[in-house]
């Protein structure tokens, strides 16, 4: 299992990054979107810079973060 964390590369997490995105697809309310999003600027900045697990996964988290609360500014405008 441990095994995952320490080979993770580019391409799992662009890979990752698209099935998350065509589940978005499913109506899944912005959510799959905010993670797929993430993903994608990991494996992105992981293309010009090898990246070390714990820090690709911090980097998700606060990426994730980051949409997560866009996403909530957003749908607060879009309510008023």
Same mark, same amino acid.
């Given at each position: 299992? =441990?095994? *995952? ?5 580019q391409?799992?997490? +662009?890979? %990752? $990054? &698209?099935?998350? &995105?065509?589940? !978005?697809?499913c109506r899944?309310?912005?959510?799959? %979107? @905010?993670?797929?999003?993430? @993903?994608?600027?990991?494996? *992105? +900045?992981?293309?010009? !810079?090898?990246i070390?697990?714990? #820090? =690709?996964?911090a980097?998700?988290?606060? @990426? &994730?973060l980051? &949409? @997560? #609360? ?5 749908l =607060?405008i879009? $309510?008023q």
């Amino acid at each position: 299992m =441990q095994d *995952l964390l320490y080979h993770v590369n580019q391409w799992h997490w +662009l890979a %990752f $990054s &698209l099935f998350m &995105l065509l589940m !978005e697809l499913c109506r899944l309310k912005g959510w799959s %979107f @905010a993670v797929g999003g993430s @993903a994608f600027i990991v494996g *992105l +900045l992981m293309h010009f !810079e090898p990246i070390t697990w714990p #820090f =690709q996964w911090a980097l998700m988290l606060i @990426a &994730l973060l980051i &949409l @997560a #609360f866009i996403r909530a500014i957003v749908l =607060q405008i879009k $309510s008023q």
